[in-house]
């Protein structure tokens, strides 16, 4: 190993600890409750996932990319939810999951901060502090310190990332996995020759020793959890290859998840939804896109299996998109959009939150869908519900808003 190879595995080392734990062992696990987050970065058009069709405006703005009102005789219709609510149609193999209550959306919702800047509007969700640029760790950081004081496990939280991702930036440790790679390959320490350099360096060198010790501890016990769930998921392939992108992804973190109940939290930051031109209807670059999250989702339930009860799927997006269709047939940064909701224990079935409509009088800046329900009384309430916490400690996670009003009855 030569010395520019040293330097830059001693700069990985150094951040080791925000990637694993200071103590690893055989803890109790601070929750039998899961939580995963999966940010659909670059502002869904929940307008075309959930679609308003009893909204004449909807087809008065959008005359090139609306999505037909339901019909038996048009197997390209939206699905319809409630009456006034449709579904996307490429979002058909979910509707099993909204018939037995498991799958719910809450309209009109998201940030109250008016920036249409992608980069800001993303730390502002995963801060959970609007407009606030100061705000140095994650709400979802946050939680986690709530809930395990002592830092006991890095595993106890996963981000499906390259780097770690706003959300999880904070004291408490967390693990890093590369989308497609495995735990393995994400590895900074897993070598035999970077393990037997930094043996030498590092042995008896106190704190840092100490944490490269744990790290090691740490990596080990995640890769044989991996290992373990190896031989199983090839044989459910049956030979075939793995699908690419989130499903794959999805499939690993829910074997996971399902193996070991220290591992109460996931994150997946997804691409690829800022649609200004050729965003398409039935068919189309934002159909595409919705049938691959989609798959990734039916991957979390199965993999899952008997522990979908306890967990809660949170889909979100940093804003929405214009309620009015570009000259590109494409949409453009909004305001308000649609949060989505699955899992076991939900009260689904159901879209909630207040409906501005799309009349004129009533958009956002004369554009958009406004705001009606804040993206933190959501999470609150699903935070509240999984782990119990108390006013206190919710105004850790979410400071500077009022958490116990605005129930919306998301849970039985």
């Not at 405006?57 to 319809?80: G, M």
């Amino acid at each position: 190993m030569n010395r520019r190879e040293l330097i830059r595995h001693s700069l990985l080392l150094a951040s080791t600890p925000l990637l694993f734990n200071n103590t690893w062992a055989a803890s109790t696990p601070i929750a039998q409750k899961k939580l995963i987050i999966v940010m659909l970065r670059g502002a869904v058009d929940g307008l075309n996932v959930v679609v308003p069709y009893q909204d004449e405006h909807y087809y008065q703005l959008r005359p090139n990319i609306a999505l037909s009102k339901p019909s038996a005789n048009q197997p390209d219709s939206v699905l319809d939810l409630d009456g006034y609510f449709g579904l996307n149609p490429v979002l058909a193999p979910l509707m099993p999951l909204w018939h037995s209550r498991e799958l719910a959306f809450i309209h009109a919702a998201g940030s109250p901060s008016a920036t249409r800047s992608h980069f800001d509007a993303q730390d502002y969700m995963e801060t959970a502090t609007p407009d606030i640029k100061t705000t140095r760790n994650g709400w979802l950081n946050r939680l986690l310190l709530q809930l395990d004081a002592k830092k006991s496990s890095s595993l106890q939280g996963i981000s499906i990332s390259t780097t770690i991702p706003r959300i999880f930036a904070g004291q408490h440790p967390i693990t890093v996995v590369s989308p497609g790679q495995s735990v393995k390959k994400s590895s900074t320490i897993s070598s035999a020759s970077s393990r037997r350099l930094f043996d030498g360096l590092y042995k008896n060198s106190g704190t840092l020793g100490e944490a490269y010790q744990s790290a090691q501890v740490a990596d080990k016990a995640l890769q044989r959890a991996l290992s373990e769930q190896q031989p199983e998921q090839e044989k459910a392939a049956n030979g075939g290859q793995p699908v690419r992108g989130f499903a794959a992804d999805a499939r690993q973190l829910a074997s996971l998840m399902h193996a070991r109940d220290d591992i109460g939290f996931g994150f997946f930051g997804i691409s690829g939804w800022d649609t200004h031109a050729a965003q398409g209807k039935e068919k189309g670059k934002l159909a595409n896109s919705l049938t691959l999250l989609m798959n990734g989702l039916t991957e979390l339930k199965q993999g899952l299996s008997d522990k979908w009860p306890d967990t809660v799927v949170v889909v979100m997006s940093e804003f929405g998109r214009t309620v009015k269709e570009n000259g590109n047939q494409g949409t453009d940064h909004g305001h308000g959009n649609v949060m989505w909701l699955l899992g076991g224990a939900i009260k689904g079935k159901k879209v909630y939150g207040e409906w501005p409509t799309l009349q004129p009088q009533r958009l956002f800046e004369n554009r958009d869908l406004a705001v009606m329900t804040d993206f933190r009384t959501v999470l609150c309430e699903v935070i509240t519900n999984q782990f119990h916490l108390n006013p206190e400690q919710l105004n850790q996670i979410f400071p500077n808003f009022q958490t116990s009003t605005h129930a919306l009855g998301l849970f039985t």
